[in-house]
Structure formats: structure tokens, C-alpha cells
């Protein structure tokens, strides 16, 4: 059976319970003294009815989606010649990726041999006999929940309660998946950066001075293990963001004090839109921009004062990623700014202070801890950033501050490693995985520290 | 006495100081006015740079040929079979239009170079309308074809004839060539359909946004599927139901957090979770939008909460004082007058999802791809990825192509920031 006839089987199902629950429920309570009798309105004795017959069969579902191919793949992989079976684990799984290919009728090498196509029909007819039964539980269980419900319907039945608690259950269901998330975030990445510290220490991976994970390829190279050590790139992301906010902070600041404290509502109406604009636009075309016009125009002007800049040099791609934070900043010092009382500006301008000394000696002094922690959050924006560097700064780890030179990211570097076909299991792949957790890590940590910063300021005049 | 001369000496100082502390403080109004403008002329250079380098995408050269649809090339054997047709070399039916127009070119080196002005595409070209027609073969037809790139780019403008021959791809004879060819006026600028509707290919003339489209589409409909309901399902429970308890501050932190991790971050997630661990297919636009999804939950979830904050508590009151469940009173007033807030967050978030590209190059949606996805499950790119991906091409008729592509994909950002908008303009009000 077809999975969408399976779905559509379901749902008239489902539809059908409602209407006969709710015709059931009309029809008892016109025995005992007509529907005034029902303690719920007849429509949710149908959703009870609805419930009853669609639920169980949804939660199996959902269970074989997650299951049934692993469960196939291992009969599958039960039933291979015993030397294809001791295979490693590497090999193993490319060849149930040829049996799959296979039993999808796609073109595989002729060379393969026979045990592949026998593998591949016993894969089908599992697959095929898995889903028969599927579809044979579903409505199964679609007719007993009916039928139990059909049974328990009375009119003192409290349905309307029963409903809305499995509504609410659903709703709560719902609002834990961002822990779920986290949750598999932290495991994924953990996980995997724990195999990779199994082969590289971890005071290497953070102290090291050398990355070079390319030289890992081959693996009967003596010291094939390739140089972890993710100093460079801590450096690269760390100039890279220095920049950014060198650029991004100032500019932020004075547009967000200009428009916030000088400009007329107009220009405010018009400026703000605009400067926002910029935080609409795709980090691809900030990347695209910053490959295509500013790197050659940075390296065009260094050579007319007789300097050497790369042509993916930090300098480069940290100017764009600063243009990309200036609208963050100035919105969230906006925001601070606004939020600082009017009384303090009236008492400065009160006595006597000009407009600027006002804002400079009064207003952002109070507002110094919002715009930290704002400056904060920018930059945990500017290291997490990826498709910038990933189009306009370098691949090769070196160790510089000089801003004209080309330095790598951690991001750069997690793309790199795993874009394309590698296999799962060389340390070139868990590395990424390494990097991604100290990403994580450092993003979460400046992100909390500037909510607490940002929450103290705002709790200090409200 | 005293006190009337430190007065005045205090006045006299403050005057004197009043000169300074006005340049300064127009100094200081003039810093910020540069800021701003700094920022507005960051936003116009690169639309500017954008657009410019881009329109003239949605233009492509094309070259008016006569051609002969020979049956001794086309179908030696006479019988019309489909197969055998689609099978046969419809390049010698360009190529010998070409040289009935340039009857003068005799050389083998020449007439190779001389042929390189078409594109490969002209085959395809003749290769469908036969199909379409089998009773063209035998007769002769004046067709538009598609020019090869580095005409399109001479057409265009974007070559230095100055240069020397040798630092360009165009050589003297070929500009001749196509001199020629636009004196007789076989060389037009047509709109570039193709550019909207073919999927990825190593030929710029050929290549085309619509594969990447149409990813982009199916996983913007899986992340709006799934986000929307969860998203509204999650902040109704946090606002109307949820006890004041560590369990729901747990979720609300986490939610707050996820909001600012690094999206690639959500692509090592999909990679180890969607991938490795559950075996979906990679480069599927179904994963990417698993991902977005995730990647979009915290957002709309936020953006809902505020909506549902803003309905007035009297219009709660009344509902349970009417006699409404709380469910009742939520579902049946409370949404209903918050949904226009939560619609304008999910566009947002959506329209952020559009752009997203460092997430889907975990999970394997960089490939080189030319079919047309036909569902969610096969194989595909996405706008902003296909963007990543041509802007790594040589060719010059690439970084036309890459600008347009990007003029697409912010028109699509523009009309879905527009209709946010838009929404809270229409159906925002004031309690």
C-alpha cells in the first residue's frame, strides 16, 4: 500500500469516528431526556471518537518512520554472506547504500556482485511485508479505538475535559521540543568531539599551534593523525570579529544616538527601514559582496601605497562582516538608549550642558551596561558567522594578527571539513564536530552573559 | 563682593568656553549624521553593485540561424522513431547553418572556433523541437539559438576589445565573426527564460535558478508546515497554560538561547541527527527543512508570545466569565485576535529561512544538480546556495548570473519582509 492511500485511509477514518461519535452521542442522549443530558457539547464526544481512532495508529506510525528501515537494514545485513558481514563498519554501510541504490532500480556498477541483487529484493520484500503490516496494525487499531470509545460513550461521559487535556498534553508536547533540541545539539556535537578527543588530546586541540587536517588523508603516511591544533583558528575568528566590531560598534553607536536623540521623527521614519534593510539581506550576498567588490578594492588600494594585501584577507572579509552587525548594533542600542529616562537628559540639559555632553557624560554612561552587553551579542553574531568568511577569507591556518594577510575560522573550517564526500569516521570529520561544540560553547556563554548584563540594566529603571 | 566677582569670573569662563563646546557639540551631531549616512551608503552600494552587475542576466544573446533539418543526419532510416531521433547529432544541424552563413571560413581550426560561437544548447534546442514536430525534418526553418557565453558577454559590453588578443577568451577573428553577425541582424538580446526555468549547468547560458527555486520552495513549505503549528502550539502552552515552574523557565532559557546559536551549528545537528542517525536522504530539501525548522522554532515562538501578551486580560475575563474553558476562551478569542502578530512573525522567520545557506551545506545541498527536483525527497539546491555555488565559477557570464540570482532571491525577501509588514499595518490594534 501506497503511504499517502495509508494517510488518506487514516484521516477518512478519523473523519469518520467524528461523525458517527458525534451522531452516537446525539442519538443516546435523545433516550435519556434529549441532548440537554450530555454533559459536553455532541461535537466533543466526535473529537473523542477522533481521538480514540486516529491516536494510537499516529504514535505507530511515528515509531516505525524512526524504526523500520534500521530494523529491515539489519535483516538485511543478517543475511549477507558471512564475509561480506565482518566487514568494517565504513565499508559496511557503503554497501548498504549499494543495495539500497539497487533495490531503487538506480544504475549501480555492473561489477557488484550477486549477493547484492539478492540482498537488494530480500530489502524490498522486507520493506514491502513492513509496510503491509503497518497499514494492517493502523487501521486495526483505528477500528478498536473506535469501537472502545463507541462503548464508553454515555452521557455523563466528560469529553469536552478529556478532549482539551489531550489538546493540552499536545500543546506541552509542543513547547518542549526546543529542549529536545538543545538536547540534540549538545549530543551530537558532544558525541562526536569525544570520539575525536579520543584520538587527539584535547590540550593539543586547544593549545596546539599547527592545523593542518589535510596531511590526515593518507593512511599509511607516518604521523598521518595530521596536526589538530586549533590556536590558529581561534586567532583567525578572533581577528576576523575584532574587525567587524571595530567597524560595526562605532557606526552602530552613532547612528543609533543620532537617529534616537538628534533626528526628526521623519528622518527616523525613513533612515531606520533603511539601515534595516542591511539585516535582511542574506550573509551569502554579504559574501558574494565581499569576494567580489571589496576584496579587490582593498587589494587595489593596498597596492597603490606600495602594501601587500591577499587578495582573502582579513581585513576584507572583517569590513563586511561589520557592515552585516551595524544594523544589530544600532538597533539594540536603540533600544537601551530609549529606554534610559528622560528625567536624567532633563536634568543635564537643565544645567546648563549642551546636547552632546548630555548624551556623552549622562545618557551613555547609564546606558553602558545595555550597550555591553548588546556589544556582546554582536559578537557572538560575528563569530558564529559563516558564509562571509566561507566566501572571503582564507582556508590556510595562519597564525597573524596583521589584518592584510589571510587567516581561517572555525567556521571556514567546519565547512570545509565537511563539505563533499568524506567517510564519517576519520578524525578530519570529527574535528569539525570538535569545532562546532567550542562554537557552541563560547556563543552560549557570551550569550547568557549578555542577557544577565542586558536583564541587570533593564531591572535598574524599570 | 566676593561672591559678585567669582560670578562674573565663573560667566566670564563659561563664555569663553561657549565657542568650543558648540563646535564640538555640532562636531559630535555631524559624527552621528555621518554614521547614518555611512549605513545608508553601505545599503545603496550593494544593491547598487548587485543590480548593476546583474540585470543583464534576464537578457541572453541569441544568434538567428537557417536550419536545414536534414533526414540523412536526423533519421537515416526513415522511420521516425522517437528514440532513434532524440539519439541523433543535432550539432552538425547547427553547425551547418553556421557555415552556410560564413561560407568564407574554411579551415578546420577556424570553423572549430567559428562554431564555438553557439552554444550547446542550440542542439537541445533543435533536438525538442523535433520531437515536437517530426514533420520538420526535411525542411528548412529559421530558429533563434542560444549564443555561447563569451558572445553573450562581447554583446554585452563586458569585454575589452582593447585588450590583447592573447588576455582575452574571445579571439579578433571571432569579434569579426560576430560583428558580421549583428551588421545582418542575426544577433538579438531575447529575455533569458531559461535562466527561470533549467536547473544547474557548467554552461552559463544554460544554467538557470529554477532547480534552486523550486528546492528552496519545497523546504520553505516544510518549514512552514511544521514551524507554524509547533511554534503557536508552544507559545500558546507558555502563555495560557504553563505553570510557574524551573521545568518551563528551563524551556523559556532554552528557547532564548537557541534563538542566538550560530546557525551552522543547526547544520552539524542535521548531519549527525537527520543523516547519520535517522538516514534520511542527503541533499534532500525535506532535511534542510527539518533543520530550518529547528532553526525557526525559537523565533516564531517568541514572536507569538508577544502577540498573545498583547490581547488585553478583559477579553479573557470575559470569556471565562461567559462560562468558556480555558481551552475554549484560548482557541475560540485569544488566537484568533493574536494571529495576525503570529503570522507576521512566521513570515519573518520564514523569509529568514529563505536566505539561510551555512546549515544546508552541512547536510549536503551544495551537489551539482540539473533535474528539477520533483518532490521534497530528490535531490536539490537552494537559492542562496546555488548563489554560493556559482559564485566560486571562473566564467564572467557567472557573475552576471550569481547578481541575478541575487536580485531574485531579495525580491522574494522584499515582497515576504513587504507582507509582514503589511499584515501588522492591516490588523494591528491598539487596546
Redesign the interface.
Known sequence: MQFETLLLILVAMTVASFVLGRQRAVAVAGRCGGIRALHSLPKYYGYYAAICCALPGLALLLLWL?LA??VV?ERVVDSLPAELRELPEAQRSLLVNDIKNIAAGQFVDPGKREELAVAAELYLSLKDSSRRILSGLIVLLGFVGFGWSWLRLRPELRA??RV?SV??I???L??????F??I??VA??L??ALRFFDRIPVSEFLFGLTWSPQTALRADQVGSSGAFGAVPLFAGTALISLIAMTVAL??????A???S???SRRVRAW?KP??E??A??????????A???VAPLLRGFGQSLGLDVASESALGAGLVMG?MI??FV?SLSDDVINAVPQAMRDGSLGL?A????T??RVVIPAALPGIVGGAL?AV??A?????IV??AAGLAANLTVNPLEAVTTV?VQ??TL??GDQE?DSAKTLA??AL?LV??VV??LL??IA?QVVRRYREQYE | MNGAASQEQVLERVRASLGRRYRQERRFRLYGLASALLGLMFVGLIFGTIISNGYTAFWQTQVLIDVYFDPAVIDPGGGRDPLELARADYNRLARAALTELFPDVRARRDRRSLNRLLSSGAAYQLRDMVLAEPELIGKHRAVWVPADDEVDMVVKGYIDRSLPEKSRRVKDRQLAWIDRLADAGRLERHFNAAFFESGDSREPELAGIGGAALGSFYMLLVTLVLSFPLGVAAAVYLEEFAPRNRWVDLIEVNINNLAAVPSIVFGLLGLAVFINFLGMPRSAPVVGGLVLTLMTLPTIIIASRAALKSVPPSVREAALGVGASQMQMVLHHVVPLALPGMLTGTIIGMARALGESAPLLMIGMVAFIVELPGSPFEPATALPVQIYLWADSPERAFVERTSAAIIVLLAFLLLMNGAAIWLRKRFERRW
Request: proline content about 3%; aromatic content about 10%.
Open positions: 524512526g528501515d534500521r537494514v469536552r475535559n482539551e489538546a493540552r499536545g500543546l506541552a509542543a513547547s518542549t521540543l526546543a529542549i533540541t538543545t540534540g545539539i551530537s556535537v558525541f562526536e562605532p557606526i552602530g553607536l552613532m547612528t544616538i543620532y537617529l536623540e538628534y533626528a533612515v533603511a539601515l534593510v542591511l535582511g539581506v542574506p550573509t551569502v550576498v554579504y559574501g558574494y559582496f569576494a567580489l567588490t557592515i551595524i544594523p544600532s546648563g549642551t546636547h552632546s555632553e548624551i556623552k551579542l557572538s553574531r563569530i558564529g558567522e559563516t558564509m566561507v566566501m567556521t567546519i565547512v565537511l563539505v564519517f569539525a564536530f562546532g562554537l557552541f556563543t552560549l550569550n547568557i542577557l
